[in-house]
C-alpha cells in the first residue's frame, strides 16, 4: 500500500558542494530524510517508470536510509531500483552503473570524508542520467522544494532483504540487488593495461592500499589482490565499518598517517595510495615522496597517451580554480584547452558530456576522466601503476623528471576548520572589499598584480556561478586563494590556498611551506586570520 504522509519543511536543506551533509542526527528526525528524498523525486523529470541506481558508502545509518530510500521510491511509481549488495555502492561506481545500464539517475548515501559513526555525519546527493552531480540549477530546484514540502509518498511494506544479489518486488517496483564491484571492474579493465601491472607485481614491486575502512575495500582487495596480482595484506583497512573504525576516511597526509609512516620508512613499499568514505578521492605517494593531487593531474596529463584508455591523446582538461596550475603548463604544451571551474566535480559535467575534456581534477584529492561522471579513486591509483608499470621508474623520479621539465607548482592548502560561521562570513566579505586596495602591493618580493572574486560562465549550458573564491595574482607566478568549504557540517571552514612557480633546479626539491613561507604569512596578514578567528595556526595542512 502506498501512504501519503503529511510533512512540514525543515530549513537548511539546501545542498552544499557535493549534495547534502549533515549530522547523522540531523538526519535521524522524524520525516528529515524522507522530505529531502521527495523533493528530490518532485524535481526529476519522468520519474515514474524510471530506473534509480542507489547505493552509499556504508557508514552509519546507511542501511536504514536505505530501507526508507526504498519504500519512497515504490511510493513515487519508480520502476526499477539497482541497489548494491548490503547498500553498498562506490560514488564512481554508481556514475558507472547509471552510464552503462541508462538509468535515470541514483541517489548517493555518503558524507565522503566526514567521520561516520552516530556522532558523525551522514549525506545523500541526486547524479543524473550523465552518471554525474546533479548541476547547480536542479540542486537550487530541490532546495526551493524542501522548503515548500507538505507530503511525500511512502510505501507501508516493512523490510526487503539488501543482502542478496537478485530481483525481488516491492509493491509494483523490481529491485534488482548488484554486486557492487562487478560492473567497476570491468570498466577498469577496459581502460588499462592489466597485464602490465600483473607484471609489475610479480617482479616484486610492493604497495600499499589504505581503503580507510570504508567503501574500496571491497573494491580494492578484488581488483588489486585477486585480479591483478598483488600480495595478500597490499590492502590496508579494507574491511568497511560503519564507523571508520573511528577514524576519518580523508586520504590525506594527516588523516591517512600510518600509511604515510609505512611508505616513509627505509625499508618501505614502492608505492602508496588511499581513498576515501566513498571511494572517489584518492592520495598517492611515492617511497618517501607525496604527490600534491594537483601535480596528479598534471603527470596524469603529460602522460595520458601511455595509457591504453588515451593513447589517442587528450580532448582537453579541466582543473577547478583553487587546484594549482601545474596542468595548465601541460595543456599549453600539448595544445589543448584546459578549463578552470568552481570547486564542485559537477562542473566538469558538462564540459566531459560535450567531449571538450578527457581529463579533470580537483586539488582536493580528486582526478578523473571521461569514463564517468565522478572523481575516481582507484581509476587514479590504476593509472599510477599502470604508469609505473610502462615508465620503470619510481614515484619520486617521475615527479623529478616532471618538475624540470615544466617547473614546479609549489603548492599548500591551509584549512581553518570548525570556525565561527560569522566571523568566517566577515572575513571573507571584508577581504572582498579590500580586493581593489590590494593590487599593487609587494609581498615578499612579489606584487599583487590581480585581485578578484572568481565568477564561471559554463561555455556550454551559459549559466554564471559567482562568489566562487577570492583570488589574489602576484608577481613569479603565485597565488592565493581563500574559500569557504561547502562540505563542512560544523561552523566554518576557511581554505586557503597558496602557490608559486619555481624553476630554479636547485630549488624543486625543497619543502613547501618553507619555500611559501613569505606568501603564507602575507595571506594571513592581509584576511587578518588569527584576528578573526582566534586561530595560530591551521587544522590541517596538504
Ligand atoms: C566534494 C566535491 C569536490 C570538492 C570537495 C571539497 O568532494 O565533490 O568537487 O572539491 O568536495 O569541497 P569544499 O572545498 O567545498 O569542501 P567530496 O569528496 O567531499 O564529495
Redesign the pocket.
Known amino acids: 500500500m502506498i501512504e501519503t504522509c503529511r510533512t512540514q519543511p525543515f530549513s537548511g536543506q539546501r545542498p552544499?558542494?557535493?549534495g547534502l551533509r549533515k549530522p547523522v542526527k540531523t538526519f535521524m528526525q522524524p520525516h528529515y530524510l524522507e522530505n529531502f528524498v521527495q523533493s528530490v523525486f518532485d524535481c526529476v523529470e519522468d520519474l515514474a517508470g524510471a530506473t534509480l541506481v542507489l547505493g552509499g558508502d556504508g557508514r552509519y545509518h546507511n542501511r536504514e536510509a536505505i530501507q526508507t530510500i526504498l519504500r519512497m521510491a515504490a511510493g513515487n511509481r519508480v520502476s526499477r531500483v539497482l541497489l548494491g549488495r548490503g547498500g553498498l555502492l562506490s560514488?564512481p561506481a554508481v556514475s558507472s552503473i547509471i552510464r552503462h545500464r541508462g538509468a535515470t539517475g541514483g541517489l548517493i548515501l555518503?558524507a565522503?570524508?566526514n567521520p561516520g559513526g552516530p556522532n558523525g555525519d551522514f549525506g545523500i546527493k541526486y547524479n543524473s542520467g550523465n552518471g554525474g552531480?546533479a548541476t547547480e540549477t536542479l540542486t537550487e530546484a530541490i532546495y526551493t522544494r524542501s522548503q515548500e514540502i507538505d507530503r511525500y509518498y511512502i510505501a507501508t511494506t516493512n523490510h526487503v532483504d539488501i543482502d542478496v544479489l537478485g530481483d525481488t518486488h516491492l509493491e509494483a517496483m523490481k529491485i534488482t540487488v548488484l554486486d557492487p564491484v562487478a560492473d567497476y571492474s570491468e570498466l577498469m579493465e577496459s581502460l588499462f593495461d592489466f597485464e602490465r601491472i600483473r607484471e609489475l607485481f610479480r617482479s616484486g614491486f610492493r604497495m600499499r592500499f589504505d581503503a580507510m575502512h570504508a567503501v574500496t575495500g571491497p573494491y580494492a582487495h578484488a581488483i588489486l589482490e585477486d585480479v591483478l596480482g598483488a600480495p595478500e595484506g597490499t590492502v590496508i583497512h579494507g574491511t568497511p565499518l560503519a564507523d571508520f573504525g573511528g577514524g576519518h576516511p580523508d586520504p590525506n597526509l594527516t588523516h591517512a598517517a600510518e600509511l604515510v609512516r609505512q611508505l616513509n620508512r627505509p625499508e618501505g613499499p614502492d608505492f602508496g595510495a588511499a581513498s576515501?568514505g566513498?571511494g572517489?578521492?584518492n592520495m598517492i605517494i611515492g617511497h618517501g615522496c607525496f604527490v600534491t593531487p594537483s601535480d596528479s593531474l598534471a603527470i596524469m596529463a603529460a602522460n595520458a597517451t601511455r595509457i591504453p584508455a588515451y593513447r589517442e591523446g587528450l580532448l582537453g582538461v579541466a582543473r577547478?580554480m583553487p587546484t594549482s596550475r601545474a596542468v595548465d603548463r601541460v595543456a599549453a604544451r600539448l595544445n589543448i584547452p584546459c578549463y578552470e571551474t568552481p570547486?564542485?566535480?559537477?562542473f566538469f559535467g558538462n564540459l566531459l558530456d560535450a567531449g571538450r575534456i578527457t581529463l579533470c581534477g580537483?586539488?582536493?584529492?580528486?582526478t578523473g576522466s571521461n569514463h564517468v561522471r565522478e572523481?575516481d579513486g582507484l581509476w587514479a591509483v590504476l593509472f599510477w601503476l599502470n604508469l609505473l608499470a610502462v615508465r620503470g621508474q619510481s614515484v619520486a623520479e617521475i615527479v623529478a623528471e616532471h618538475w624540470q621539465a615544466y617547473g614546479r607548482d609549489v603548492y599548500t592548502r591551509h584549512d581553518y576548520e570548525d570556525v565561527d560561521a560569522d566571523a568566517a562570513s566577515r572575513l571573507m566579505q571584508d577581504l572582498r572589499e579590500n580586493l581593489p586596495g590590494l593590487v599593487g602591493q609587494t609581498v615578499g618580493g612579489s606584487h599583487v598584480t590581480a585581485a578578484d572574486d572568481f565568477a564561471y560562465d559554463d561555455p556550454i549550458d551559459g549559466s554564471r556561478s559567482e562568489g566562487q573564491g577570492l583570488r589574489l595574482m602576484l608577481g613569479d607566478e603565485a597565488r592565493i586563494v581563500y574559500?569557504l568549504?561547502?562540505?563542512?557540517t560544523q561552523g566554518a571552514?576557511l581554505?586557503v590556498y597558496i602557490e608559486r612557480l619555481e624553476t630554479r633546479r636547485s630549488h624543486l626539491q625543497a619543502d613547501a611551506q618553507t619555500q611559501l613561507a613569505d606568501l603564507i604569512r602575507f595571506a594571513g596578514e592581509v584576511a587578518g586570520i588569527a584576528e578573526r578567528t582566534g586561530r595560530q595556526s591551521p587544522d590541517v595542512i596538504t
Open positions: 552544499g558542494t557535493s560514488t555518503s565522503s570524508h552531480p576515501d566513498d572517489d578521492r577547478s570547486t564542485g566535480w559537477k580537483e586539488e582536493s584529492f580528486g572523481k574559500r568549504s561547502g562540505t563542512g571552514t581554505r
